[in-house]
């Protein structure tokens, strides 16, 4: 893939995962009430999540799941509920950070596993790589080869990105100890994935 094609996909991948969403979310969550170590799981999981919506696209399967309004839906409406759960499930959390027992009660594959669903119920990104590659791929050139460039691509910098925002909210939560406060923390973030799943709600093809 030239420079010149290969260069402004990497600013709009860099503005793709800076911009506010589900999995932003989950790792300035995951910082704040983990730390920077123990979220990696995490960000390997939304990561993983990523790939997999990656191959489908190169596969040819995105472009009918962002056709087909059914599948479309399906997908949406699974996200909604697990981003909604999830909020909830963040709203009820009153733990603290002032031993290290709290954050050992949730594992890394705990962690892991939340990430991918988080991103694999999320049609949207789907739709965006369908829409996004075809405009970066030069239809003369070997196709897996480009596809394979601005997959890892994507992926590198999305951790990137990632593992920044969680690294600036774990230096946060070192300020943050007692339970009140990390309750209050905890239904911002309930709250914030709640939204998502609002705005993933009224999403269409």
Not at 59 to 72: E, H, M, Y
Not at 150 to 163: F, R, Y
Request: proline share 2%.
């Amino acid at each position: 893939m030239d420079m010149h094609v290969w260069l402004p996909y990497v600013v709009t991948a860099i503005v793709f995962s800076l911009a506010p969403g589900s999995g932003t979310v989950n790792s300035i969550s995951n910082g704040i009430s983990y730390g920077t170590k123990k979220s990696l799981a995490a960000i390997a999981g939304l990561q993983l999540g990523l790939a997999f919506h990656i191959v489908l696209v190169g596969a040819g399967i995105g472009a009918l799941v962002a056709k087909s309004a059914v599948a479309f839906s399906i997908i949406k409406w699974v996200g909604v509920i697990y981003l909604v759960w999830l909020g909830i499930q963040k709203w009820r959390d009153t733990s603290s950070l002032a031993a290290d027992v709290d954050v050992e009660q949730v594992s890394s594959i705990a962690l892991l596993r939340n990430a991918v669903l988080i991103n694999l119920t999320n049609p949207k990104s789907i739709v965006f790589l369908v829409a996004l590659f075809p405009q970066f791929i030069n239809p003369q050139g070997d196709q897996f080869t480009q596809l394979l460039v601005l997959g890892v691509t994507t992926v590198v910098i999305d951790s990137i990105v990632m593992l920044g925002y969680t690294s600036l909210a774990a230096r946060i939560g070192n300020y943050i100890r007692s339970g009140s406060i990390m309750g209050k923390v905890n239904k911002v973030f309930g709250s914030m994935f709640v939204g998502c799943g609002a705005l993933l709600a009224a999403a269409k093809a």
